[in-house]
């Protein structure tokens, strides 16, 4: 059994910033597992450009943003161990892993962050009718294929799901020779950022068919072709509308899944909504002392809210581990964190009013399109905060900052509920 | 007098942007939330830019170098850019930012590599 401070799991960019956090709040024993063989997780393979312009106010590509934190990562002196696959976390914070390098391994942490991301949901949880024949593949696998392996997994592509791995994936397959059919999206809006939609596909001419969807998979050994339906208000397939695409790859960008079968073994509350832990304003989890950020917790659009997220995360594991994490402050009304109208997955669930520092961030993602809209925040019912928005989608999440004065001001206060007023 | 509209992709706002057009120049942008946006109208009414990501050979490596173009280069010519890129064998060690390509298609912009190879350490 090794003792550490603090144990991060998983070395994307939410396991990077928590780390870095963590030996910056003075923590020294900090540890870091990694599955792959290297670190920056999904970052690697996301070789295009539009990251970090909240955190460095520069426009880089994925390994670039990656690199920075890792080379930080470094340079602090801290450890990371890859190829490392942890099999078990228990509530007393107790993990066991294993890797070719080391077999099996048993760590005993004073805080641990949960940094493992999310993976994509597959054709498995689509129901399409069909063979189940080679070519069909969650787009980020596809992209991890042709970015970091450097294999195109087909010439002619057809796109479920307008999610952003898939628009930009649609642009990826283009450049690299592929023929892009068209992307189907069974919603009337696309489900990825705009600029996505603007720049991977009416670029190159891929027609986006919103409110369609594949009905039927054609082809026994490799893919042949699909068909493709418009779909009415219910979703259900329009007779009559039916159009044959002859190719050989679908791609599927239909939602992504927090991977929380970790956490949940390990007692921790899992909401229904995000999919992702319960957790207050310090993001620890219901478990003391387990704390998570990034994917994980809930589905990002952009990395650099999962790094200031992280960074947030990883300082407050420190303060844990340090033995400072609930000391010291009056344990005080738990505040419930509550969708309103046209609001989904509001993080955090649960905020102590008096250990909140400055401000309170609060993350959530509008359930429907709303334009020239208001997300509301209102303590016990009473208006607190507004703030004005030309559109709102469900494919950008929002970030709104309560500062604490507001709090203060309402102190005694029961529940706090964000909902959207056109 | 003409009017488009363009959707912004400045960052993730993706305001869309009213344009009106007056003998080919733009003269008024109308829906922008920050500075960016009437720049970004103006160039991409008149001459629309893209910055190109896309991979390159290592010479004795099976997996891909990503890339960039260090600057934006005309749209008309991304194809083109990507055909001079894939032509070319990148001769590792490469760090981020080593040039890979120069005046990619005679643009006058370089490619540089965005991701390590050779030099030890792997992200």
Known sequence: MTDVDILIIGGGPAGLAAAIAAHEAGCRNVLLLEREPALGGILRQCIHAGFGMHVFKEDLTGPEYAQRFVRRFHELGLSAQCDTMVLSVTPDREVTAVSPAFGLQHFRAKAIVLAMGCRERTRGALQVPGWRPAGIYPAGQAQRFVNLDGWMPGRRVVILGSGDIGLIMARRMTLEG???????????????????????????????????TVTEIHGRERLEAVTVAQVDAQRKPLPGTDQRFECDTLLLSVGLIPENELSRAAGVRVSEVTCGPLVDEALQTSVPGIFACGNVLHVHDLVDHVTIESTEAGRQAAKYAQGQGEAGIPACQMLQIRDGAGVRGLVPQTVCAGRVADVLPLMFRPAAVFKDAAAVVRLDGEEVLRKRFRILTPGEMVRLVVPKEVLERHAGAGELTVGVEV | MSERTVTCIGCPMGCRLRVTL?????????????????????????????QVTTLARVRGRRE???????????????????????????????????????????????????????VGVRI
Do not use: W
């Not at chain 1, 489900?191 to 001419?205: A, E, F, H």
């Not at chain 2, 829906?31 to 893209?50: K, N």
């Not at chain 2, 991304?78 to 990148?90: L, S």
């Not at chain 2, 490469?94 to 890979?100: K, P």
């Open chain 2, 22 to 50: 007056e003998g080919g120049q733009v003269s008024a942008v109308d829906g922008a939330a920050c500075g960016r946006g009437a720049a970004y109208a103006r160039q991409e009414c008149v001459c629309p830019t893209r």
């Open chain 2, 64 to 118: 891909p170098l990503s890339v960039k173009t260090a600057q934006p280069v005309p749209k008309a010519l991304i194809f083109a850019c990507v055909e001079e890129i894939h032509r070319a064998c990148v001769v590792p060690p490469v760090r981020i930012g080593d040039v890979v390509v120069k005046n990619v298609c005679g643009t006058g912009v370089d490619v540089v590599a965005t991701m390590e190879a050779g």
């Open chain 1, 178 to 212: 592929a023929k892009v059919l068209a992307c189907v999206e069974l919603m009337p809006f696309s489900s990825g950022l705009t600029r996505n939609v603007v720049q991977c596909l009416d670029d190159y001419g891929i027609p986006l068919l919103l409110s369609h």
